[in-house]
């Protein structure tokens, strides 16, 4: 099956800080979703992004399909974005293939 | 719009015992997907429903979990007998096209 990499796996922030996720994936992909877990365990979706760019607010997101990655960009980073990051992508099914997360801890 | 809810939001059982879960997807969605992780691991899919169908039931770890989706409404997700490794977050997940919507899991502990 397809497999996701998900880089780095822990990432400290100061409030205010801007920092960037990074998710490489195997083979191509039809579809990439990007997942904020937060601390009561609920799956957030952040972006559906199989290519392109979009922008929500603080976040923004990019997928270069061809060279099979994405990139999660978080700016003025507060202390709510503290939790577990997910990429998940599927491959000429309906099945997600999750990462293993980046813990991302957003001090004050 | 409601999200997809799932319930009990936490079972905690013993070694032998049954517990279904449930799940209901988001109003519209034809596609259920039941997704789990266990300790350490990452986020597993266990099958995948179209209206009342199992459309892949290829993750499904053996014969004592059984899925089922009555109406193509909700979902049910039993397992038994349970056993100690089963323990883990079980999420539901409803789309309508390719995105998919995940609720908020429960938390099951088999002692």
């Known amino acids: 099956g397809i497999q996701v990499e998900q880089s780095p796996p822990d990432l400290i922030l100061q409030e205010g800080a801007n920092s960037t996720l990074r998710c490489n994936f195997s083979d191509s992909v039809n579809n990439l979703q990007w997942f904020h877990q937060n601390p009561w365990g609920q799956l957030i979706n952040l972006f559906y992004i199989p290519s392109g760019t979009k922008q929500n607010g603080r976040l923004s997101a990019t997928t270069v399909a061809t060279e099979r990655y994405s990139l999660l960009y978080i700016s003025s980073s507060q202390t709510t974005d503290s939790g577990v990051y997910f990429c998940?992508?599927?491959?000429?099914?309906?099945?997600?293939?999750f990462g293993a997360g980046t813990t991302v801890t957003v001090r004050a | 719009e409601a999200g997809v809810t799932q319930f009990p939001s936490h079972s905690v059982i013993e070694k032998g015992q049954t517990v279904t879960l449930r799940c209901d997807p988001i109003?519209?969605?034809?596609?259920l997907y039941w997704y789990r992780r266990v300790m350490g691991k990452e986020i597993k899919f266990l099958l995948h429903?179209?209206?009342?169908?199992?459309?892949?039931e290829s993750g499904m770890p053996n014969n004592r979990f059984l899925a089922e989706r009555t109406g193509g409404t909700y979902s049910t997700l039993k397992v038994q007998p349970a056993e100690l490794e089963d323990s883990g977050v079980y999420f539901c997940?409803?789309?309508?096209?390719?995105?998919?919507?995940f609720g908020p899991g429960t938390r099951l502990t088999v002692l």
């Open positions: 997940a409803s789309s309508q096209n390719a995105e998919q919507f």
């Open positions: 998940a992508v599927t491959s000429n099914d309906y099945k997600l293939s």
């Open positions: 429903f179209v209206k009342e169908s199992k459309q892949d």
């Open positions: 109003s519209g969605h034809d596609n």
